[in-house]
């Protein structure tokens, strides 16, 4: 493991301390030390996965309704995320399931957590999501678009839970939730309260976000947190940063400085090239907390497992890729998909995925590659 310099980790706290102070924080929602923080990261094996989704369900709601759960598919999907040495997945949760049956989703979380177990995988469950439909509904969902990139992933909270002040209460039911439900779980390995809360999604669904989206977030992202630590979770609370400057809070825009003061553990996203993801994990570093890449891998943007992954077990930052199995998600077409959509074309290379529907890997390069770096565990 790479030690940090002594000093750094106290630096980094007292440095974020200051800013949950200047931002209002209240007490009961400033996160972790660094010390808790780094002694929780070193009992952890070096962590290696995708973000997973069956790829029978096209999104979140498809993956958890009683429905259309799928548990024979996902217990076929974590054999092989077991057979090349993964050990983590980050899986999407959804606040409409809660809404429609809390007893019924945390049967079908417990059981997902229990077919993850049997393979030796420990997911980190995002809450919320601020990334593609912003209306999202319960019931069948809709087939995929033919050609297009994640034609059917949903934000939630939608946007209309996210503009009413009144859902709030629900929502607020539903994290405190399913985190006391499982918050004690060993199981599980973290909570990611926010995907790219501040994501505009303006290549897609733009015209259909509320006008003040970013400042909705910003109001409720700290809520989010302090729900989550009201559970008592024995595991860590993130949120990743995604885009702009991480080389010190003073640097980040209002979004960024919220989620790195608020996380426990920094997490964060990255699909350039190998020499800007490594000058990404030196800017975090200075934070002195454990780093974990929740996203990364977009073949056609450079960002490629052989380039990647290495650096990351070098600097010891936890690797989750983007995307599992090829499926109804069809994450392995281009983000340019939604303005081209590849219906008369095959892509170049696959943008996103390891395994093929079948279980064969897309390139047994990559999966050799992974299978190489984690067997010392």
Request: with cysteine; aromatic share 10%; net charge neutral.
């Amino acid at each position: 493991m790479r030690r940090l310099p002594i000093l750094l980790p106290l630096l980094a706290s007292l440095l974020l301390a200051r800013s949950a102070s200047a931002q209002n924080i209240p007490a009961g929602n400033k996160p972790w030390s660094a010390q808790k923080a780094n002694d929780w990261y070193a009992k952890q094996p070096w962590l290696v996965g995708g973000n997973y989704i069956p790829s029978s369900a096209i999104n979140q709601l498809e993956m958890w309704q009683a429905e259309t759960f799928d548990p024979a598919r996902i217990e076929l999907e974590m054999t092989w995320a077991e057979s090349i040495g993964m050990n983590t997945m980050r899986v999407f949760l959804h606040d409409l399931v809660w809404q429609e049956s809390s007893s019924g989703y945390k049967q079908r979380i417990d059981q997902f957590l229990t077919i993850a177990a049997k393979h030796h995988v420990r997911p980190l469950f995002v809450l919320f999501d601020s990334c593609w439909d912003p209306l999202p509904a319960q019931g069948k969902q809709h087939e995929p678009v033919p050609g297009v990139h994640n034609s059917g992933w949903v934000q939630g909270p939608g946007a209309a839970a996210l503009q009413d002040p009144a859902q709030a209460e629900r929502l607020e039911a539903y994290v405190t939730g399913v985190v006391k439900a499982f918050g004690q779980d060993p199981r599980v390995l973290a909570w990611d309260i926010w995907n790219e809360p501040d994501n505009d999604n303006r290549s897609s669904y733009g015209s259909k976000e509320p006008k003040n989206k970013k400042e909705l977030v910003l109001a409720m992202l700290p809520r989010a947190f302090a729900w989550a630590r009201a559970a008592l979770p024995s595991q860590p609370l993130t949120s990743g940063v995604w885009t702009g400057d991480w080389s010190s809070l003073d640097a980040m825009g209002p979004m960024g400085k919220l989620q790195i003061t608020l996380s426990d553990v920094i997490s964060f996203h990255n699909y350039d090239k190998p020499e800007v993801f490594e000058s990404k994990i030196a800017q975090l570093e200075k934070f002195g907390r454990p780093l974990i890449c929740t996203e990364y891998m977009a073949r056609g943007n450079g960002s490629t497992f052989q380039g990647s992954l290495p650096i990351a077990k070098k600097h010891h930052v936890a690797a989750i890729n983007w995307g599992f199995a090829a499926g109804k998600t069809q994450t392995y077409l281009p983000w340019d998909s939604w303005q081209k959509p590849y219906t008369d074309r095959a892509p170049a290379i696959w943008f996103h995925e390891v395994f093929r529907q079948d279980g064969t890997p897309y390139d047994p390069k990559e999966t050799a590659l992974i299978r190489s770096l984690t067997a010392a565990q």
